[in-house]
């Protein structure tokens, strides 16, 4: 048996494939430490793994809505804050891993971690693109580089990074080095379609700018439409009027219970409820919320390979209504949905990641 800790906080679609994995690695008999904001405890215990708080990680509170400066300003804070780092490498002095897990948003974690002799692997939940290209030699990217923590060297400084989500639909040129695609860690079933078709729109469970507005042209939309629908709005509060007597809103409802019966799931691009419906075999509607996550492109992925369409956050009610018709209507969508639904269901994304981390394991034993 292994003891590992795993760093990370509470960012909404980077859990579910980390839990997973921390799942697989205790399902083998490893004991894993989640060192991360209060927030997170929840989905540590969850999954019946020791949970550890990192107060330094409190200035993150993906529950409020946030301005893009403000979010800036908090993701760079995250990715090199020193008291952080100081209260991680203190917690790993006191668990003594064997092997220390960083969320790459935590990069500068990672870089400690690594600079004091742990054996380190660099967690990736969604397309390496985005971070190398578009977080890496970004703003972000920039402005952790002169707080002097580069992301790039950060990550690269690891003994492994783990790309978990599926390699074919990321954008990325290979690079060299120790880095493994696991696949999808989503989980799903071949959805049977009901008749009307169902329509599920769930947006992020982070509150993002625009975004209650967005839910009130959707349901307008789906009202229009010979559809039955149900919109999942989280915590948010709604002024939108009546609501059409084919679209039922609900708080929070579990996709595993929706998703099997859809024929499209309108979303906001985040890689987990993309992925949780490309694995039921369900197309997409994307409308990207925010412009320096990972939601552009992987909507711009899902266009790309037939398996939905993209459009502007601030569509009127007119193009999503369009845009859903033309979903239900040409059957390719479907088709291609069904198609990456098949593959992702075949791969085990947690399992792989397990099995990537314990070869790095045998091998820090075997020298």
């Not at 929840?42 to 019946?48: K, L, Q």
């Not at 917690?91 to 220390?100: A, F, G, I, S, W």
């Not at 009610?317 to 018709?325: D, H, R, S």
């Amino acid at each position: 048996m292994a003891r590992f800790a795993l760093i990370t906080f509470p960012g909404g679609g980077n859990l579910p494939p980390l839990m997973r994995m921390v799942t697989e690695l205790m399902a083998r008999g490893h004991e894993v430490h989640v060192l991360a904001a209060p927030d997170v405890a929840r989905s540590a215990t969850d999954v019946g793994a020791p949970f550890v708080p990192l107060p330094e990680m409190e200035f993150w509170d993906w529950s409020v809505a946030r301005s893009v400066p403000t979010s800036l300003a908090q993701v760079v804070r995250l990715q090199s804050d020193r008291p952080l780092e100081r209260r991680v490498l203190a917690e790993l002095r006191r668990l003594r891993p064997d092997v220390v897990l960083v969320d790459c948003l935590v990069s500068g974690c990672a870089r400690s971690a690594a600079a004091v002799g742990y054996r380190t692997v660099v967690l990736f939940h969604t397309y390496l693109d985005f971070w190398t290209k578009s977080v890496g030699r970004g703003p972000v990217g920039m402005l952790t580089t002169l707080r002097g923590r580069s992301m790039l060297r950060s990550w690269a400084a690891a003994d492994l990074r783990i790309v978990m989500c599926d390699e074919m639909l990321d954008p990325s040129v290979r690079p060299s080095g120790a880095t493994v695609w696991t696949g999808s860690c989503e989980r799903g079933v071949a959805a049977e379609r009901e008749d009307p078709p169902l329509v599920v729109a769930s947006l992020s469970t982070s509150e993002l700018p625009g975004q209650a507005d967005a839910y009130r042209r959707i349901i307008a939309a789906l009202g229009t439409l010979p559809v039955r629908a149900i919109v999942t709005v989280g915590g948010a509060e709604l002024e939108h009027g009546r609501t059409p007597p084919n679209v039922e809103l609900r708080g929070f409802a579990p996709h595993a219970e929706l998703f099997p019966r859809a024929s499209l799931v309108i979303s906001h691009g985040g890689l987990s409820t993309a992925f949780r419906a490309l694995a039921h075999g369900v197309p997409l509607l994307l409308l990207p919320m925010n412009p320096l996550m990972d939601q552009p492109m992987v909507a711009r992925s899902v266009q790309s390979a037939g398996a939905g369409l993209m459009i502007r956050r601030t569509a009127t009610p007119e193009v999503i209504a369009a845009a859903t018709t033309r979903i239900l209507q040409d059957a390719s969508f479907a088709a291609t949905a069904a198609a990456i639904g098949e593959r992702l269901r075949d791969s085990d994304g947690a399992s792989r990641a397990a099995d990537a981390v314990q070869e790095l394991l045998a091998t820090t034993v075997a020298g």
